[in-house]
T-cell receptor, first 112, second 114 residues
Framework: AQSVTQLGSHVSVSEGALVLLRCNYS??????LFWYVQYPNQGLQLLLKYTTGATLVKGINGFEAEFKKSETSFHLTKPSAHMSDAAEYFC??????????FGSGTQLTVLP | DAGVIQSPRHEVTEMGQEVTLRCKPISGHNSLFWYRQTMMRGLELLIYFNNNVPIDDSGMPEDRFSAKMPNASFSTLKIQPSEPRDSAVYFC???FGQGGTEAFFGQGTRLTVV
C-alpha cells in the first residue's frame, strides 16, 4: 500500500524567494513519484516525475524535486517564485498498482 | 491529441435526480481513472479500468454510484439518486502502460446537487 503526506496545507512566499513544498511517501515497493499542479478551475497538470535513475528531477516552469530514499521524501523546489506559480500542488505515489495515491495538497501563495 | 475530454464541465441538479458524467480518454491509453475532489477529503480514487475492465472499485462510496467503460474511448460515471453530499469536482484521467507513466487529467466536471 502507498500513502503520501504533504506537510503544510498552505505555503506563502514572496516573489523571487525560494519555494519549498514538502512531500513524504510510504510505499512497500520502490515507488514512482509525481508532482502535479492545479490552477483554479483546471485539471491536474504534471510538473515532474521520478521513475528510476537520477534522483534529482527537473520539471516544467523551473521546478525540480529530489528523491531521497533514506528520508522517504520527494520535496519540490523552485529557486525563485513567480506570481504565476500560485496554485495548488499535489504529490502522488504509484507503487505496484496502476493508480496514483495523492497527498492532501499544498496551496502556494506568492506575495508581491 | 485533445487530451482527456470530460462533459459536462458543470452540472447542477436536484436531489434525487440521476446524473451521468462522461469521459473520453486519450487515444491509445489503456487505463482510465475516476477521481473525486472535495475540500474535506481531497482527491479520492473512485474506480479504475484497465483495458475497459473495472479493476478496483473499492473507492466507490455507495451503490448509488456506478461506472462503465463500454469501449476504449468512452466511460461514464453515474449517480442515481444524487444527494447534496455528492457535490464535488469529478475528474477523469487516463494513462498508458505501467510503472512510471503518468496519468493525464481532464478538466473535471463540477457537480452541484441542490
Amino acid at each position: 500500500a502507498q500513502s503520501v503526506t504533504q506537510l503544510g496545507s498552505h505555503v506563502s512566499v514572496s516573489e523571487g524567494a525560494l519555494v519549498l513544498l514538502r512531500c513524504n511517501y510510504s510505499s512497500s515497493v520502490p515507488p514512482y513519484l509525481f508532482w502535479y499542479v492545479q490552477y483554479p478551475n483546471q485539471g491536474l497538470q504534471l510538473l515532474l516525475k521520478y521513475t528510476t535513475g537520477a534522483t534529482l528531477v527537473k520539471g516544467i516552469n523551473g521546478f525540480e524535486a529530489e528523491f531521497k530514499k533514506s528520508e522517504t521524501s520527494f520535496h519540490l523546489t523552485k529557486p525563485s517564485a513567480h506570481m504565476s506559480d500560485a496554485a495548488e500542488y499535489f504529490c502522488a505515489v504509484r507503487g505496484s498498482a496502476r493508480q496514483l495515491t495523492f497527498g492532501s495538497g499544498t496551496q502556494l501563495t506568492v506575495l508581491p | 491529441d485533445a487530451g482527456v475530454i470530460q462533459s459536462p464541465r458543470h452540472e447542477v441538479t436536484e436531489m434525487g435526480q440521476e446524473v451521468t458524467l462522461r469521459c473520453k480518454p486519450i487515444s491509445g491509453h489503456n487505463s482510465l481513472f475516476w477521481y473525486r475532489q472535495t475540500m474535506m477529503r481531497g482527491l479520492e480514487l473512485l474506480i479504475y479500468f484497465n483495458n475497459n475492465v473495472p479493476i478496483d472499485d473499492s473507492g466507490m462510496p455507495e451503490d448509488r454510484f456506478s461506472a462503465k467503460m463500454p469501449n476504449a474511448s468512452f466511460s461514464t460515471l453515474k449517480i442515481q439518486p444524487s444527494e447534496p453530499r455528492d457535490s464535488a469536482v469529478y475528474f477523469c484521467a487516463s494513462s498508458f502502460g505501467q510503472g512510471g507513466t503518468e496519468a493525464f487529467f481532464g478538466q473535471g466536471t463540477r457537480l452541484t446537487v441542490v
